[in-house]
C-alpha cells in the first residue's frame, strides 16, 4: 500500500514541476493555451462562407434562340453562378476568363435551337477554369443541374409533340426517378469537411510546438536534469517521470480538447451529430499517443526553433496524409504505413468518423486501438529517449553543485 | 561610377564568397532543409500519383434483387471511379459501413423496383454519399450520378424502340442537350495540378524564409566581422549573405516544376521561363519579407516563431484551395500580402492561359514592390545597429583574419 502510494506520489511530484516549469515559460503558455484556440478560430473565419456562391461566368449566345436564353436564365438562378457578361464571341469571352474575370464560360452554337426545333441533339459548350477545385466543382454541379431540368423540359415538350400526354410523357421522361441524399454535411461545404480534421491537427501540433520550445530551452540551458527530481534520476525510475510529465500536458490539454472538438464545433456550426461521451473516450488515447509521441520526438530536439521548422512542415504533410483529403484507400501502401507512425492520423478520422458522421466507439474500434497501442509503444520510447539524455549526458550541468540543489518538494 | 559599381559588386561578391565557406563547413541545416524540400515533392507526387481517385469503395443495398438491379451493379463495378465492394440487404448495413469507412456512397435500389419500371410507375432509387470527406464522397456520386442517369437513358430507349422509333428519332428524344465540358488546362481533372503546383513553391518558400530569419538573426548577433569583409557595406553584406540561399532554393524550385511540368506532364500553355522568372522573384520576395521581420522583431525566438505563423498563413489565404473571393471581406485583400498568392495568380494566368510575360506584369511588379519591403528591414536593422553602437566599434574592428595574415 506504502509502496503505491509512494509510486503516486512521485508521478504528482513530477507532474507538478512539470507543471510549474510550463507555466513559467511565457511562450509555452501562448502555444499551449492561446494557440490551440487561435487557429481553429482563424480557419473557422476564414473558411465561414463553406461554399462557394455567385461565381461569375460568361454567356456566349450564338444561336440567339429562346431556348438557349432559358438556358442561360436558369443558369443565373442558381445559387452557384452568376451571368455577368453576355459575350459576342468566344474570343471576348477568353480575354475576360485570362483576366480572371469570369470563372466559367458557356457557348451556346449557332444551330443550338435549330436542332432542338427540329428534334435532334443539340450541343452546348462549357468551358471550366480549372484553376481551382471549389470553381469547377460548383460551375460544373450548377450547370449539369440546369442541363438535366432543361433536358426534362424539352423531353416533355417532344413527347406531348408526340402525342403523349400528361401522366404518361412524366413515364417517358423518367422512367426511373433518382433522390440524392448528400449525408452528413448536405451543402458539402469546405469548412464542415476541413476544419473538423484541422481542430484535431492543431492540438497534436501545438503540442509538439509547445514541448519543442520547452524541451529545446532546457538543452539549450543545460538544465535537462533540473526539470527531474533527484531521487528519480536513476535509471528504473523513469517511467514515473515520463508519466507524471504527461499527466501534467494531460492536465492542460483535456479541457482544450473537449474546447475545441466540443464547443468550438457547437459554437460555430460545424457538423456535431456525435454523441460526446464518444468523443471524449476517442480523444483520451489519442491525447495520451499524441503527449507520448511528441515527448519522444522532442527528446531529441537541440534547438527550440530548428522545432519549429519540422513543425510547420510536418504540419502541411500530416494533413494531407491523413486521409481528410486524399481518401486513404487511394494512398500508395507505403505511405499509408507511413502515416500510422502519426497519432494524428487515427485522431483526425476517428474524430470525423464520431463527430461529424455520428458513429460510435465500436465503429471506430480499429483507430482506437492503433491509438492505444501507440500510446503504449511511445510510453516506452518517451522513457528511452528520457534514458538516453540523462545516461549520455546530453545537455546537462557540468556543474554537478548546481544540480545538488534543494528540490522543490 | 564604374569603379563603385565594381566596388559594390566586389562587396556582394565577398559576402556570398564568405557565406559559401561557411555552408561547406556547416553543411546541417542546408542538407536538412534541402532533404525536407525533396521529401515533399516525392511525398506529394507519389501520394496523388493516381491524378483522380480511382475505384472508390462503393455500396449497393439491392432490396430488389433482380435483374435491373443486378445489372446496375455489374456496370457501376465496370466504370473506373468506383467499385462495388458489397452488396447489402438494408439501409442499416450500408450506413453502419459508411461510418466505418469502408464506403464512401451507396445506391439504395428499393423492393420492386423492376416490377415498379415495368409498370411505369416510377420507382425512386436513392444515392447516398458521404460530404464528410469531400473528395471520395464527390467523385463517387459523380460516378453514381452518371450511371443512374444512363440506366433512365436505357429504359427510355428501350421502350421507344418497342414502340417503333427509329434509333436517330430516339437520340434526339432522350437526349434533346448535350454539354460539352472543356476543363481548361486540365483535360483529366488531374487533382495533382490543382493541389501541388502551389503548394511544394510554398514549401520551398516557407523553408527560405524560416533560413532567412535564422541566418539573419546570426548575423545581427555579430555583424563585425562580415561588415569589414564588404567594408561596411551593409546592404551588400545582408543580401550577399543570402544570395546564395536564393540560388540555392531558385534552383531547386525550378528543377521541381520541371518535374511538375516536364516528367509528370502537368499542363503549361505559357513559357517555362517566365515561370521560372516568377518562381526566382517570388522566392526574392520572401526573403526580402524574412529582412523586414528581423528588422521589426529584434528577438530570434519571436521573429521565427511570427515567420511560421505567417509563412504557413499563406496556404490558407493564398486561394488556391478555397478561392480568395469566396472569403470575408478583410481577409481577401489581406491575402495580398503573401507572395504567393501573386506566385499563385502568375501562374495561373501562365499555365492556365497561357499568358505571357506582360499580362502577369502586375504580379511580377508587385513580387518586385515587396523587395522594397527588404530595404526597410535593412533600414530597421541600421537602425539597430546604430542604436548599439554597432557602427562606432566597428570603426575599430579589426578582423582576427587579417591580424593573423600581417
Known amino acids: ?49 463553406e461554399c462557394v456562391r455567385e461565381l461569375p461566368i460568361a454567356v456566349v449566345d450564338d444561336s440567339q ?47 443550338y435551337g435549330t436542332k432542338i426545333a427540329e428534334m435532334q441533339t443539340a450541343r452546348a459548350c462549357l468551358f471550366c477554369d480549372m484553376s481551382s477545385f471549389l470553381y469547377y466543382r460548383s460551375v460544373l454541379s450548377s450547370t449539369s443541374a440546369v442541363l438535366l431540368d432543361e433536358m426534362q423540359f424539352i423531353e416533355a415538350e417532344r413527347y406531348e409533340r408526340a402525342g403523349m400526354t400528361g401522366e404518361s410523357t412524366q413515364q417517358m421522361v423518367q422512367p426511373i426517378r433518382v433522390d440524392d441524399v448528400k449525408l452528413y454535411v448536405p451543402n458539402g461545404g469546405f469548412t464542415s469537411f476541413l476544419v473538423p480534421a484541422l481542430l484535431v491537427l492543431v492540438l497534436q501540433q501545438t503540442l509538439f510546438l509547445g514541448m519543442c520550445v ?34 501534467a500536458y494531460f492536465l492542460i490539454y483535456f479541457p482544450m480538447a473537449i474546447i475545441n472538438l466540443i464547443l468550438l464545433t457547437r459554437l460555430f456550426n460545424l457538423p456535431h451529430i456525435g454523441n460526446p461521451v464518444h468523443v471524449i473516450l476517442f480523444i483520451i488515447p489519442f491525447l495520451l499517443a499524441a503527449i507520448f509521441f511528441c515527448m519522444t520526438i522532442c527528446s531529441f530536439v537541440r534547438n527550440r526553433d530548428a522545432g519549429i521548422v519540422v513543425f510547420i512542415f510536418f504540419s502541411i504533410i500530416l494533413i494531407f496524409i491523413s486521409g481528410a483529403i486524399w481518401p486513404q484507400c487511394n494512398m500508395p501502401r507505403f505511405w499509408l504505413l507511413f502515416s500510422y507512425i502519426f497519432p494524428s492520423t487515427h485522431g483526425i478520422n476517428g474524430f470525423i468518423r464520431i463527430n461529424s458522421m455520428g458513429a460510435t466507439l465500436d465503429q471506430v474500434k480499429f483507430e482506437f486501438l492503433i491509438l492505444i497501442i501507440q500510446t503504449i509503444v511511445y510510453f516506452f520510447t518517451a522513457s528511452g529517449a528520457l534514458h538516453i539524455l540523462l545516461r549520455f549526458r546530453i545537455g546537462q550541468q557540468h556543474d554537478v553543485s548546481e544540480s545538488l540543489q534543494p528540490q522543490q518538494h | 561610377m564604374s569603379s563603385a559599381l565594381y566596388r559594390t559588386f566586389r562587396n556582394y561578391m565577398r559576402s556570398a564568397q564568405r557565406e559559401l565557406r561557411m555552408v561547406v563547413y556547416h553543411p546541417r541545416y542546408i542538407t536538412l532543409l534541402t532533404l525536407g524540400v525533396v521529401f515533399s515533392y516525392v511525398f506529394f507526387l507519389t501520394l496523388m500519383s493516381e491524378g483522380q ?15 435491373l438491379s443486378r445489372r446496375l451493379c455489374h456496370e457501376l463495378s465496370a466504370t473506373q471511379g468506383v467499385e462495388v465492394v458489397a452488396v447489402f440487404d438494408n439501409h442499416l448495413q450500408a450506413r453502419d459501413a459508411m461510418q466505418r469507412l469502408r464506403i464512401f456512397a451507396f445506391l439504395e ?12 410507375r416510377r420507382p425512386t432509387i436513392t444515392i447516398y454519399s458521404n460530404n464528410a470527406y469531400l473528395l471520395g ?122 518535374v511538375m511540368f516536364g516528367f509528370c506532364h502537368f499542363p503549361i500553355n505559357g513559357s517555362f521561363f517566365t515561370l521560372s522568372v516568377a518562381m526566382v522573384l517570388y522566392l526574392l520576395a520572401l526573403q526580402a519579407m524574412g529582412i523586414l521581420l528581423v528588422g521589426l522583431i529584434p528577438e530570434t525566438h519571436m521573429s521565427i516563431c511570427i515567420g511560421a505563423i505567417y509563412g504557413t498563413l499563406a496556404f490558407t489565404l493564398s486561394g488556391f484551395s478555397y478561392p480568395a473571393s469566396s472569403m470575408p471581406g478583410g481577409m481577401h485583400a489581406f491575402g495580398y500580402i503573401f507572395p504567393l498568392r501573386h506566385y499563385y495568380l502568375a501562374y495561373v494566368n501562365i499555365a492556365h492561359f497561357g499568358g505571357t510575360t506582360q499580362q502577369i506584369l502586375f504580379h511580377i511588379a508587385v513580387l518586385l514592390a515587396f523587395m522594397m519591403a527588404g530595404y526597410i528591414g535593412i533600414a530597421l536593422i541600421n537602425k539597430r545597429l546604430s542604436r548599439d553602437g554597432v557602427w562606432k566599434q566597428f570603426a575599430e574592428y579589426k578582423s582576427p583574419l587579417t591580424h593573423a595574415a600581417q
Open chain 1, 1 to 49: 500500500m506504502n509502496r503505491i502510494y509512494l509510486q503516486i506520489k512521485d508521478i504528482w511530484d513530477v507532474a507538478g514541476m512539470e507543471l510549474s516549469r510550463i507555466f513559467h515559460d511565457g511562450g509555452v503558455v501562448l502555444l499551449f493555451c492561446v494557440a490551440t484556440l487561435l487557429y481553429p478560430l482563424i480557419f473557422a473565419f476564414v473558411y465561414k462562407n
Open chain 1, 65 to 111: 434562340s429562346v431556348e438557349s436564353r432559358r438556358f442561360a436564365h436558369k443558369l443565373d438562378a442558381t445559387p452557384e453562378i452568376i451571368v455577368t457578361f453576355r459575350c459576342n464571341n468566344i474570343e471576348e469571352a477568353r480575354v475576360l476568363m485570362q483576366q480572371r474575370l469570369i470563372n466559367g464560360i458557356v457557348y451556346f452554337p449557332r444551330d
Open chain 1, 214 to 247: 520547452l524541451y529545446g530551452t532546457s538543452r539549450q540551458q543545460r538544465q535537462v536534469k533540473k526539470s527531474i527530481p533527484l531521487r528519480l534520476q536513476r535509471g528504473g525510475l523513469l517511467f514515473r517521470v515520463t508519466f507524471g510529465r504527461a499527466m
Open chain 2, 53 to 67: 481517385p480511382e475505384k472508390l469503395p462503393i455500396a449497393v443495398v439491392d432490396q430488389d434483387g433482380s435483374f
Open chain 2, 109 to 120: 435500389i428499393p423492393k420492386g423496383t423492376y416490377n415498379e419500371v415495368l409498370q411505369f
Open chain 2, 137 to 258: 464522397g464527390s467523385f463517387s456520386y459523380k460516378s453514381l450520378a452518371t450511371m443512374t442517369k444512363l440506366a433512365c437513358g436505357a429504359v427510355q430507349r428501350e421502350v421507344l424502340r418497342k414502340k417503333g422509333y427509329d434509333e436517330k428519332t430516339i437520340g434526339g428524344l432522350i437526349q434533346p442537350v448535350e454539354l460539352d465540358t472543356h476543363p481548361l488546362a486540365n483535360p483529366t481533372v488531374n487533382y495533382q495540378p490543382y493541389i501541388l503546383t502551389t503548394v511544394l513553391p510554398g514549401i520551398v518558400g516557407l523553408m527560405l524564409l524560416m533560413l532567412t530569419i535564422m541566418h539573419l538573426q546570426d548575423w545581427v548577433r555579430n555583424p563585425y566581422e562580415r561588415l569589414y569583409l564588404c567594408h561596411g557595406d551593409l546592404m551588400a553584406s545582408i543580401w550577399g549573405k543570402l544570395l546564395p540561399y536564393t540560388v540555392w532554393f531558385s534552383l531547386m524550385a525550378i528543377i521541381g516544376n520541371l
